[in-house]
């Protein structure tokens, strides 16, 4: 009689009615005090109605009981998750792996630990299913966990060097897309031990194609190249990504932080691959100094843009970078000239002023709001 009444009251929360649910509740559930069912219920009703406080209190004390019914179970997970009440929900996990589908709720305890913060206990799990089921993601899964626990300041922990060695497995033995976040993480674990050549020597070798698009490659390549100190190579890398993508602002900002006219390069820098369409070459020479030569860049690469782009979609990002590198310039006359080109060019553009906002002045503005519109 509970378990059905219990049923029935589910089913009106779950619709809504919960003036219908209360008051079948409080007529069943003092003839059954003790019923989890009805105890679920309960806790279910009370969230439902927004009273988190109660609901919190009556869900963490039934995840201490042994409840076995399958509707109890679902909605004390439910609540324990709504009521960010981590400590029970990993108990009531830990009570129910044995009991119900073992792998689906180990994984949810992992998260559940990670959500926790409490990540040795996160990678113990992760090692568990390891083991039962082997699966590069749950090996992915045991070095996020180890990652998390070294401190950010440490570059030998024992924990690095460990995870080194599984992902570099976990990118030999994965062959599908898992390889793309195993190879990333990879190049990432070799940055924060410092180990930038051996990040630059992988990224370069015929498996740095696995971190993604060649975009993707490009930019890991020029942030590692940067770290490493070498500002030459990182500034043409750099720039051969933002050629490729002339709206990608993070290809500007890389491209403008490793100008150096300290470090000069030469010869070519190849990017090895198991096809043709996966290698690159980079002419290390071909990097820039100085800002009057990113000047000259972006303008070159505007109307390369100008000129080959799609008909309506011209992209905004080598004209902005104009605004950017005339500002760091401080060239104030060749800025607002540069504005209100940009404005009379993309002013059909919601953010076309937003774009601007940050370099205008007074005269700019008003130059803006005079002068005629064009496309």
């Known amino acids: 009689m509970a378990v059905k009444a219990a049923v029935r ?3 009106l929360i779950d619709k809504g009615m919960l003036g219908n649910a209360e008051g079948m509740l409080e007529g069943i559930l003092p003839k ?11 806790v279910l009703l009370l969230l439902n109605k927004g009273e988190l406080g109660k609901c919190r209190a009556k869900a963490e004390y039934l995840s201490q009981q042994d409840v076995r019914e399958e509707n ?8 324990l998750q709504q009521c960010c009440s981590w400590d029970a929900l990993a108990h009531t996990y830990q009570r129910l792996k044995d009991s119900h589908n073992e792998k689906d709720t180990m994984e949810n305890l992992f998260q559940t630990y990670v959500r926790m913060g409490a990540y040795n206990k996160a990678q113990q799990i992760a090692a568990q299913l390891q083991r039962k089921w ?21 570059v030998d922990h024992v924990l690095l060097k460990l995870s080194t060695k599984l992902v570099d497995s976990i990118i030999v033995a994965d062959k599908g897309v898992l390889s793309t976040s195993a190879s990333r993480m990879f190049v990432e674990i070799l940055q924060r031990q410092g180990l930038y050549g051996d990040a630059v020597d992988f990224l370069c070798s015929k498996r740095g194609w696995r971190v993604g698009l060649p975009e993707a490659r490009l930019e890991m390549l020029a942030v590692t190249l940067q770290l490493n100190g070498e500002k030459g190579k990182a500034n043409a890398v750099a720039k051969q990504a933002w050629r490729r ?15 150096s006219e300290e470090d000069q390069s030469d010869g070519l820098m190849e990017l090895d691959g198991p096809d043709e369409s996966k290698r690159m070459t980079v002419d290390v020479s071909d990097g820039d100094r100085t800002l009057a030569d990113a000047l000259r860049f972006a303008r070159s690469l505007s109307k390369v843009v100008c ?5 309506g979609h011209v992209p905004r990002g080598p004209f902005m970078a104009e605004l950017e590198i005339l500002s760091l310039l401080g060239d104030v006359a060749q800025l607002r000239e540069a504005i209100v ?14 774009d601007v906002s940050t370099y205008l002045d007074a005269a700019s503005a008003e130059a803006i709001y005079t002068c005629p519109k064009k496309i």
């Open 134 to 154: 082997p699966d590069p993601r749950y090996q992915l899964w045991v070095v996020q966990a180890n990652l998390a626990q070294v401190p950010h300041d440490s």
């Open 32 to 42: 059954f005090p003790n019923d989890h069912t009805l105890l679920a219920a309960e």
């Open 72 to 79: 109890a179970n679902k909605a004390l997970v439910y609540a």
């Open 341 to 354: 080109a940009y404005a009379q060019r993309f002013f059909r553009l919601s953010c076309c002023y937003l």
């Open 307 to 311: 000129e080959t782009a799609a008909k």
């Open 9 to 11: 009251i589910f089913d």
């Open 245 to 259: 993508q002339p709206d990608n602002w993070t290809f500007v900002q890389l491209y403008l932080k490793s100008l």
